[in-house]
């Protein structure tokens, strides 16, 4: 309860007018006694912290969201139950909250119907450490998601089209939308230490797609990963990634893309590992220190990619996508340039725990340890007076 107090303490000291409501069952000692009352009743910046039911109900409610407003439980790392479906509207400036819900099943969505979020006022909508979510779907034009550690039963799709997409596990599909409007805008998108079936990126703006374990089932006629072109020509980033799937990994004619030191598992032989879909225009990405397990007609070898890898090589991962058989031919065998050293100035390992955004970052280590957003580290070092460079976005609300 002690950091929860620090946490409001200093939100009220950064909002001087923000106010804490609190919810109970009945509305006892002067509370509310449901969510919809407190969100009436709540103004921009105000806390809404949930206590669950002495009678261990859920409190089932649908909620529509138009403010800032930051939702929490009291007790660190506990989840209220809040089994009903969410409606975001993405004002102009917001900055929204949602920490610690059991949405048994429901989903958070964001409308486009009166939203008023801009390019240059976008809302910020923070989903993190939810359970028991059918969909987090935030797909509006000109909201910056931060979606991250929703690594309990997240079982469908999380869809965004700006912000970051780090730390979660979801049985469905990880999907980057391209914004409606064609202005184009200076974005990084972050997709970075999840578990998802594939990830899908369809966007303008530059990327960086590192360090996820996709798992998509046998069967599926489609790729571990899906990278559209949609004339960006912005450097953008996919490695470090394990894929255990059908299919592999698909490129559709990124000239300004590298897909460097991931392991690439195809279960069947018939379908390419790395496939470069050119789309007429002859564009290429740079694709390099990849392990795959087969090769094909398909296939870019455009430096020292290992392919036909046989089973004895890659047969089988941990949790999070090491390979555990064989993996001496994973480990320092990545691409030997300096801006891919795994974290100890190393050489790349391939697949998700090496190279600087090493899975190991995300994976959550228990109830009240800080966690990390983001960690951007540049650490190519020529010589000794050189000082190493590291750039995160990180610690928790909770």
Known sequence: MKKLFFFLVSMVAIHANATILVVKEYGVNATY??????????????????YDKPSGQAWIESLTIDKNLTFLHPTEGTRFKAPGQITVVPKAGMDLYFIGWDLNGNSITATATNATATSSNRAKITVTDCINVANIDLNVDWIDARIFYNQTNISGNINFRHGLCVANICTGIINVIQESTTASQNDSIIVIGNKPARIQVDTKEAFV??????????????HGILLYERNNNKPSFCGNNTIYSNYGLLSRAYNNLKIVNNIIHNISPNYGSIWNDGGGNGLAPFISYNLCRYASAFDVNNELNYFNVSTTVIS?????????????????????????????????????????????????????????????????????????DVKASGGSKF
């Open 316 to 388: 089988s991962y941990d949790t999070w996508g090491r390979a555990t058989s064989g993996n001496t031919s994973a480990i320092n065998m990545g691409n030997y340039l300096g801006e891919y050293y795994d974290i100890d100035l190393t050489r790349n390992d391939i697949g998700t725990y090496g190279g600087p955004y090493s899975i190991d970052n995300y994976i959550s280590s228990g109830t009240g340890k800080g966690k990390v957003l983001y960690i951007n580290i540049k650490h190519q070092l020529t010589n000794l007076n050189q000082i190493l």
């Open 33 to 50: 006694s449901s969510i919809n009352a407190a969100l009436a009743a709540a103004q921009n910046n105000d806390t809404i912290v949930v």
């Open 209 to 222: 797609v590192a360090n996820n374990f996709c798992t998509r089932s046998n069967g599926e006629t489609i």
